[in-house]
């Protein structure tokens, strides 16, 4: 609860935390929007493939010219100011860095970036859940064994679903489901960029004046980004998916006590310690009564049979939302901030060394499955795009079917043809087996790989 005073101690001290974002779109955009307010921070370095972008980006966030004007990383250290530039493994390796916030989006990238880190022993904030959901538990074993911080992004959902869960289990509560909410239809796992915009009820003009990504946007209404992130979770948070992947139940904040609990209590749930992902629709389209589209939430129950009764009096007391038994209720969080809230994470992992979430186990997996009837010799586009949507699988299932990840499908090439919503698996595409994040990849896979435990998939002692 004390981040803003060390934030404001150390300014006072003259020891900024020096911050280093790789990636100025979107979502590092928000952050930039934030940090030239926060005390304590100097965002001493903006690595970008387009260095204009990145100054556009700045300029759009309003921030000051005058912070932009360094010439070198070593002058914007000195002189309190800016240093952008499209060398990003300078940036990883300078002694004036002490956090690296990757917001790339981009898998492989974000593998080099955190083994780059680990080497030159920068902390590390991952925006970039898409690497994290592809190699994030051995990325962060490799990170722990390095001394430094590999940890999810706060204002991302992944990082404030792990916060509800970690305040659930230290209140002694039983997490039953964890998870957020989107707006989700059957037939969006159809969606590609050409189609996306109507579904957000954007018109032509507002995406025009938006900074706004076809592809990204689209990731997140065809059931990709949902699966990317709850595969963060069930990692980070050691929980487990449905062997069916995600089921997004139509869902409203009052119901989640109800619906979010096992099948045979009466709820939906496959199992207790599942994550999962609620609609803000009705399957007719029809909107949920006080919906959860922007939020997160954790389900959870009353202790054992000695305990019990005593507090479900407690949560009668006190006005808590219950299933009909009164032992099940829920925690959720209407808002995430995206962006905006990244500072949490810097705060955190520079002046505490703690991560706002990080994978432990591997649990769950993001495989490539095809929207429609693809063709032998197609080219997959990856995350968003026209030809694979990713869909969540137990992690021993993705290795059991050779399962492509979603963050290696862009850019391979079929070898044989694959049925709509049926699963691309390793053997069905032509891949570069020398290239660095394939081999980064398969390493996790032999090293996690084996049977489950009920906690999860762990790597060998």
Not at 413 to 425: D, F, G, S
Not at 438 to 445: A, I, P
């Amino acid at each position: 609860m004390n981040l803003h005073r060390m934030l404001l101690q150390r300014q006072a001290e003259a020891r900024p935390l020096r911050v280093a974002l790789i990636g100025a779109g979107k979502f590092g955009s928000m952050y930039l929007a934030q940090a030239k307010h926060t005390p304590g921070i100097h965002v001493v370095a903006i690595a970008d493939l387009a260095p204009a972008r990145a100054q556009q980006s700045l300029a759009r966030v309003g921030w000051p010219a005058e912070r932009v004007a360094a010439k070198s990383l070593a002058e914007a250290a000195q002189r309190g100011t800016t240093f952008v530039t499209d060398d990003t493994p300078a940036v990883l390796a300078a002694d004036e860095v002490e956090i690296v916030i990757d917001a790339t989006g981009h898998p492989a990238a974000g593998i080099r970036h955190v083994l780059a880190c680990c080497e030159h022993g920068k902390h590390i904030v991952m925006v970039n859940v898409e690497a994290d959901a592809l190699a994030g538990p051995l990325l962060a074993q490799r990170a722990r064994a390095a001394g430094i911080v590999y940890s999810l992004a706060y204002g991302d959902q992944p990082a404030l679903i792990c916060e509800l869960v970690d305040w659930c289990r230290t209140a002694g509560f039983e997490v039953v489901a964890a998870g957020k909410g989107t707006k989700y239809l059957p037939a969006f796992h159809a969606s590609t960029p050409a189609t996306v915009w109507p579904h957000y009820g954007f018109t032509e003009d507002m995406v025009k004046a938006g900074d706004f990504n076809a592809q990204m946007f689209n990731s997140f209404l065809d059931g990709t980004k949902s699966a990317i992130e709850m595969a963060a979770v069930a990692n980070a948070a050691e929980l487990m998916p449905a062997p069916e992947g995600l089921h997004f139940p139509p869902c409203g904040v009052d119901d989640l006590p109800r619906i979010l609990k096992p099948r045979d209590e009466g709820g939906l749930l496959h199992h207790a310690g599942q994550v999962e992902v609620v609609s803000s629709v009705e399957r007719d389209g029809r909107p949920v009564f006080r919906d959860l589209r922007w939020g997160v939430y954790v389900t959870f129950r009353a202790g054992d049979a000695h305990g019990e009764d005593y507090v479900r009096r407690c949560f009668r007391e006190y006005g808590f939302s219950t299933d009909p038994s009164g032992r099940y209720s829920a925690m959720y969080k209407p808002y995430h901030a995206i962006g905006l809230e990244l500072g949490i994470s810097v705060a955190s992992a520079g002046l505490r060394r703690e991560s706002t979430g990080q994978p432990h186990a591997w649990n769950g997996d993001v495989v490539a499955t095809a929207k429609r009837d693809l063709a032998a010799g197609e080219k997959l586009d990856g995350e968003g795009g026209y030809t694979v949507y990713g869909r969540l699988m137990p992690a021993r299932d993705s290795v059991t079917i050779g399962g492509l990840p979603l963050g290696l499908a862009h850019g391979v090439t079929l070898r044989r043809p694959i049925a709509a919503h049926a699963p691309v698996r390793w053997d069905d595409v032509a891949f570069d087996a020398a290239d660095a994040a394939v081999q980064f990849r398969r390493e996790m896979e032999r090293a996690f790989g084996g049977e489950a435990a009920p906690s999860g998939v762990r790597p060998p002692a």
